[in-house]
């Protein structure tokens, strides 16, 4: 299947995306926030939006936190945004966080986790946890209800909502209904096989630049045996939330991220997969006009609102 020709167009007129080794950190983060705040915001009309800070394991840290119109209390769900654990922030993906409170109903509060390489692994994913753990422990301040909850990211972010989900198995408390992943890889190292060799030169993500952002990102290689890192590997995955998992079709870890839905279905869990077609690593930020993002981001609401209503009923 080609790249999606809304997409082909749209690269057509513009610059090819450099090799993230190219760029300092800072600057890597400045191209990313300056291109990414310049994007349409979906039409979501919601009752508030606001920032504030959280308690974390290494001091405060910066959530924004979305309500949806309407009577709650409404479901919760975490968001964690991507880029690649070494970019990224609340402003980067703040469309999608509006996409998920609006489509799904719910209180989403998004995370804005320490960033590699100053905060190496596990970082992000111990702001991750503090988080859920804070929006479980708060769910009714913030009109929301701690029996419905779930969690949600794209691409790092979806790594770290499959973490946290193991964590919150692990830990018997919170109770979660539903995993929203867009494009997050179960797995790291990113196997040199597959869609990884098809796509290792883009669009968009580079083989090279997912491997590069975890250099960054890792204290040493011992770190891909840890579930945080790789949910694959995590001894049982047993009991684990409702998982939607969302892959681009053009995007070198494709394979990767739909690899986790057969580990999780071995486990009995419910999940479902779905390839978007001609799309690129990242495709759900185009959330504001590309009809491919706009199926991606219906289609995990539609999940998370069915696990949700089935805790409803069981209730």
């Not at 190219?22 to 300056?34: M, Q, T």
């Not at 109903?105 to 995370?111: E, L, N, P, Q, R």
């Not at 185009?286 to 069981?314: E, H, I, S, T, Y």
Request: aromatic share 10%; glycine share 10%.
């Amino acid at each position: 299947m080609p790249l999606d020709p809304q997409l082909e167009a749209m690269f057509a007129g513009q610059p090819e995306w450099p090799p993230v080794r190219n760029f300092p950190v800072d600057a890597l983060r400045e191209a990313v926030r300056s291109s990414s705040t310049r994007l349409p915001p979906p039409p979501v009309t919601l009752a508030s939006v606001s920032d504030r800070t959280i308690p974390g394991p290494a001091g405060d840290i910066p959530v924004r936190i979305y309500t949806p119109e309407g009577a709650g209390p409404f479901p919760i769900i975490t968001y964690f945004h991507g880029g690649g654990f070494v970019v990224g922030d609340l402003d980067t993906q703040d469309m999608i966080a509006r996409g998920l409170s609006g489509g799904a109903g719910s209180v989403v509060i998004s995370v804005d986790y320490r960033l590699a390489p100053e905060h190496k692994f596990p970082a992000a994913f111990e702001d991750g946890w503090a988080a859920v753990q804070w929006a479980a422990a708060h769910a009714a301040e913030l009109g929301g209800d701690a029996a419905l909850m779930g969690v949600a990211g794209d691409s790092a972010g979806g790594v770290i909502a499959s973490a946290c989900a193991l964590l919150a198995k692990q830990a018997g408390a919170p109770t979660l209904a539903a995993v929203l992943n867009w494009y997050g890889p179960g797995i790291h190292p990113i196997p040199e096989e597959g869609s990884a060799i098809e796509f290792a030169n883009g669009p968009v993500l580079r083989m090279d630049d997912a491997h590069y952002f975890w250099e960054l990102h890792i204290r040493d290689e011992s770190d891909y045996e840890d579930f945080r890192a790789s949910p694959m590997k995590a001894a049982s995955h047993v009991g684990l939330p409702a998982t939607f998992i969302a892959s681009a079709e053009c995007d070198p870890i494709r394979d990767a991220v739909e690899a986790y839905g057969p580990v999780l279905e071995q486990a009995g869990v419910e999940v479902e997969v779905k390839r978007y077609p001609g799309m690129v690593h990242g495709f759900v930020s185009w959330l504001g006009f590309l009809p491919g993002a706009q199926a991606a981001m219906a289609d995990a609401c539609a999940f998370a609102q069915k696990q949700f209503a089935a805790v409803r009923q069981d209730a």
